[in-house]
Each structure stands twice: as structure tokens, then as C-alpha cells.
């Protein structure tokens, strides 16, 4: 690390309050040091009122926005607070400066990896309420969401090329939010899956990019990172690969060689979907805790619409925007389902 590099890594320590993996103060936030994580964690329906309610009875203002980072930057973060038990949800914490949308917020989320009933060499055992469960842990593909800094930004069709994974699924089955327009001006580009985009409101899927620059002052700071070597299996697949690394030639380089990190939502609390017959008695419809993530972050329709918000405000205000992801045991201990 140069002098000047050096030099700016104990500005931005400063700047931002972080703190080592080993010290204590991790969910803490803010100038005054405001303590984040939550009394209880409703899983049966929204959290973001009763946890917003909360945060807002201990401090009005987050101070994470408009902070001095490397090189210059301006940074505004969210920060996401996973438990070391990913059974269990986390929280992720963020302000809005202006508007009548004003305030900080806090709502669930989940990190776990991809999960099975039954158990698969090498993953970690939990369980959501007396139900065992296996998920994938953190470093191998579609595991656990890794701590550390990722750069965010809106999936929008203003600026990324859109392309549905979904095999079956052709434009029609996509909202106009997923439709890209004139795509090979865009500067960015993402596939997304048709399930990311929930019908009750109009917000959009966050792309979460690895911030290496960033790790030394992270929970990220030691974790390996590298491109893991990729075969695409079709046509199709090297398609999108070539794509995505002519928008970023570093696309594929991550924490364990891991990347496509996305911050976003589902279609279970969508009306048709609770009253489709399909899914009646599914666990997913009363249990936040059972929604798929494979190692995305997963928030709620309401959560991820003024996530999008933030976002797309701090990146009008040419700031760099991202999310600073922590795992604390203290979430272990916070009881969940409590209304």
C-alpha cells in the first residue's frame, strides 16, 4: 500500500467510524454511535414500520451519507447486519436525505445460501422455528451473502441492459421495469430473474459489485478473492458472459471467486400469489424466514422501493453508494416473529 493510499485508508477509518472485526461496536452507527440492532424481528409481515419506529426513537440522523472516502469519493452506505446463524433474518439500515421520504429506515433481510431440507456434505446446519434445514455456506457458489463493501446501483432500464434468466419467460412476462430499451447504449448489464420484480409497487433489483479497494476496512478485509475459472455449459451462457465483461472487465473477479451479488425482492406478498391455490399452505406466505435467497440479499417489496430511493438519490448527489455488510452473533439473540 503507497504512502498516499495509506494516507487515505486512516481518512476514510475516521470518516466512517468502522471497525475492526474484532472490536465490539460493529452495529454501531453514526456520530453518536447509535446501537441499530433491533429489539425483535417481526417475520409474519412487514418489519419496516415497527423497526423504523424503533431506530427513529434513538436517532433522527444516521450520519452514513456524503462521507469522505479514497481518492476523493464521496460515499453514502446502507448498513446490512447479518446474524452469524443465517437461518435467522438481519436488518439493513439506510437514510434518505430529502423529500417527503426524508428519515432513516431500518427493515428485514436475508443472506443465507441456497438451502435444502435434506442435509448436503459441507453445508451449515440450522433451522427456522423447529424445522432443520442445510444452507450453503459463504464460499462456494450461491452461498450465504459474504461480509464486506459492495458498489450499489439501481437496476434500471436507464441505465442497464435487462435480460430475463428465466428460460421460459420471453418480454410479455416481464413489467416494463425489466424491459430494457435501445440496450446496446446502456453502460451496464444484468440478467434478472422475473420473480425479482413484485407487482405491489415499482421497485426495481440492486446491483451489488465487490468493492475490493474498499475491503481493508471491512469484515471483508481478509476474505480471498480471485475470478474463478468459468466454463460457460451453453451458448446462451457465453453470451451473457461476453456481454457482461464488455460493460466490466472485472465482472467475475470476487469473494471466493463468487459474483452477480444482488439486493431484491419476490412475488410472495403479491395478492395473486396469496390467493393462487398453488401455493396455498406454503411456508413462504407466513414465514419471512423461508423465502429462496441464495446468497442475494432478500428485502420486501416496501423496503426495496425506498432502497431504490436511496440509492438513486445519493447517486444524483455523485456520491458513491454502497452497502457495508457485517456479521454480529448479537442478531443470534434477537427474538423474531415477535409482533
Known sequence: MTPKIAAAVALLSTALGLASCATPDYELVGPRKVRVVP??????RSGLAPLTAELRAKTSRLGLDGLKGLGGDEVSRALVLLPKNRARPGVITFEIEDGPDAGAYQCE?????????????????????????????????????????YDVRNISTDTYEIELLNASAGPDDAPPRARSVDPASRPHYSGVWKTWYSS???????????????????????????????EAKTDDEKRR????????????????????????????????????????????????????????????????LLLNEFVAEQT??????????RETRDLDRVPVGAR
Not at 39 to 44: E, G, H, R, T
Open 241 to 304: 458472459r461476453e456481454k457482461q465483461l464488455s460493460r466490466n472487465k472485472d465482472y467475475y473477479r470476487g469473494p471466493y471467486g463468487r459474483c452477480g451479488f444482488a439486493n431484491h425482492t419476490d412475488q410472495w406478498d403479491d395478492p395473486a400469489r396469496k390467493s393462487d391455490s398453488e401455493y396455498a399452505g406454503r411456508d413462504e406466505l407466513v414465514d419471512f424466514r423461508w423465502r429462496n435467497t441464495d446468497g442475494c440479499l432478500k428485502v420486501r417489496p416496501d423496503c426495496l
Open 109 to 149: 433481510t436475508l443472506g443465507r445460501g441456497k438451502t435444502s431440507a435434506a442435509w448436503v456434505r459441507g453445508w451449515v446446519r440450522g433451522a427456522i422455528g423447529r424445522a432443520r434445514i442445510y444452507y450453503a455456506p459463504m464460499d462456494v457458489e450461491d452461498g450465504a451473502t459474504v461480509p464486506g463493501l
Open 39 to 44: 429489539s425483535a424481528i417481526p417475520v409474519d
Open 200 to 230: 405491489t409497487n415499482d421497485s426495481v433489483p440492486i446491483d451489488m459489485l465487490w468493492s475490493e479497494e474498499y475491503q481493508p476496512l471491512s469484515q471483508g478485509a481478509k476474505v480471498p478473492v480471485f475470478e474463478r475459472p468459468s
Open 316 to 325: 444524483r448527489k455523485n456520491r458513491r453508494v454502497q452497502y457495508d455488510v
